[in-house]
């Protein structure tokens, strides 16, 4: 059980923006699920706050293609992909319990196109039906750890859909657009899986819910803020032609507005605000 849990203090996962967050006042934790869990989820996740004395915080993150699933003491709802940038003011004492599902796997669920769950959320009854109550009670009931993880992973065992193969498929291809750095365009994905650029545009609108031109931009962009807090952190000076074309845009312009139209600032703007 140990090696699918990872604990850290601070603010870790990829895609969150740290606007002057003092991380010691953040825990998080993330579990692995197991393999038949798995075919539908990606991770579990669990984030504890005390803020406490000190003014609220405006958390802002930038989405993955993945449905999310947050529970809340009376404010539980399945989120789709938020096509910008998403702020949560966070104050006080508080926790969040959370399910990201694997780009895809999501859909077997709901058995709709996720392009109708884009930008906004649902009720977890709208999924769940009457069980929605219990599921946030049996797992905010539990101590923070691993103990939430398992209860929310029996609950979903006990209604696991058939499993979908091209929902499988459009996760992998997913997968690869994050990892592979020599995706850059829809035509590449395209090339690589052998797949008609309609065909993908409609795998994409039905199981992910954004284009795959979305996905392959909202990557590069996470890879970016992930190289900013490390030059933040070196105190180095950033030439941000050379970034740019190392994620693959051609000139600068495109790659400063590509950036601001999802994250708010430009990225020497970010990386000043890190700095401060």
Not at 142 to 147: D, I, K, R, V
């Amino acid at each position: 059980m140990a090696s699918r849990i990872a604990q850290t203090y601070g603010l870790q996962p990829r895609g969150v923006l740290k606007f002057g967050a003092d991380e010691k006042r953040f825990r998080y934790l993330r579990r692995l699920p197991a393999p038949d869990v798995g075919v539908f989820v990606e991770h579990f996740w669990m984030i504890r706050w005390d803020l406490r004395g000190v003014a609220p915080y405006n958390a802002q993150t930038v989405s993955h293609p993945s449905v999310q699933l947050g529970l809340e003491k009376g404010k539980s709802r399945i989120y789709g992909v938020v096509k910008g940038r998403s702020s949560h003011m966070l104050g006080g004492l508080g926790e969040v319990f959370g399910v990201k599902f694997r780009p895809g796997g999501f859909y077997p669920f709901l058995k709709s196109p996720l392009s109708r769950l884009t930008n906004r959320s649902i009720a977890l009854s709208d999924v769940f039906g009457s069980s929605a109550q219990e599921f946030e009670q049996s797992v905010l009931s539990l101590e923070f750890g691993a103990t939430r993880a398992n209860a929310a992973e029996n609950f979903l065992r006990q209604r696991l859909p058939q499993r979908d193969e091209t929902a499988v498929l459009a996760g992998q291809i997913v997968d690869e657009i994050c990892v592979n750095r020599q995706i850059m365009t829809v035509d590449d994905v395209v090339a690589r899986f052998h797949l008609g650029k309609r065909t993908l545009q409609r795998m994409f609108d039905q199981y992910v819910g954004v284009t795959p031109k979305w996905v392959i931009r909202v990557y590069r962009l996470h890879e970016l803020v992930e190289r900013l807090h490390q030059e933040k952190a070196a105190r180095k000076a950033v030439v941000f032609a050379d970034l740019a074309q190392e994620l693959g845009y051609f000139d600068q312009a495109h790659f400063v507005r590509d950036f601001k139209s999802i994250i708010g600032c430009t990225p020497s703007e970010y990386l000043k605000q890190l700095r401060q």
